[in-house]
């Protein structure tokens, strides 16, 4: 137990809507650019440098600790 498993797969997604070049870019201005490209509710998916999904402030922190930044936000098919 407390060991995460590691699984990967390849993910068929829309076009790109923007990128975090870094924590603090996330922090400044997730939600603006979240509410200019509508981007709301599940329409959308941020993946970090490494290929995991960033949903919660959690996830974005994991990336700035380990260097997996850009994260990029697509739109979902």
Not at 17 to 43: C, I, K
């Amino acid at each position: 137990m407390g060991v995460e498993a590691e699984n990967k797969i390849t993910m068929l997604v829309g076009e790109g809507l923007f990128s975090f070049d870094s924590f603090q870019e996330w922090v400044n201005t997730a939600e603006s650019r979240y509410r200019r490209t509508r981007a709301a509710g599940h329409n959308y998916v941020a993946v970090d440098a490494i290929g995991r999904i960033c949903r919660i402030g959690k996830h974005f922190m994991r990336a700035r600790a380990e260097g997996a930044f850009p994260v990029r936000v697509f739109k979902i098919l």
